[in-house]
């Protein structure tokens, strides 16, 4: 789940083009993205390219994976259900919630509030 890809893209989904672990602790850009950014709940974040295959076999108060994958310069948010992927999580502040799972270490769940034909409704929560 961490990098890959070694040289290359520059501009990331989450700032400056950080791929591999080790550069962020050393990294001195911003000064911003720090672990206070990091919330302990996202509400209201959907899944894009929804799979029904997937979800039809999920209900309310289940929950799904989180995995932040390298897709060319950018990161994207999948929600993963027993190793099959449901779709693309969507959030107002996607690039805060992968930075916190890429950069900061943290890991979250998708805690899922209600579905709806392709229609998902999820929390993003921070798993202790």
């Known amino acids: 789940m961490s990098g890959g890809g070694g040289g290359g893209g520059r501009a990331s ?21 720090s672990a206070t950014e990091c919330l302990a709940l996202y509400r209201g974040a959907g899944l894009a390219s929804p799979k029904s295959a997937v979800l039809s076999k999920l209900k309310a108060g289940d929950t799904m994976k989180l995995d932040a994958q390298p897709q060319g310069p950018h990161y994207v948010l999948y929600a993963v259900s027993s190793g099959d992927r449901a ?3 969507t ?16 890991t979250y769940i998708a805690y899922i509030k209600s579905i709806d034909g392709g229609r998902c409704v999820l929390e993003i929560r921070m798993e202790s």
């Open 91 to 106: 959030h107002e502040r996607i690039d805060q919630i992968i930075r916190c799972i890429v950069e900061e270490g943290h």
């Open 13 to 33: 989904r989450i700032g400056g083009g950080r791929v591999s672990g080790a550069e962020a602790a050393s990294s001195g850009s911003g000064g911003r993205g």
């Open 87 to 89: 779709g693309v999580v």
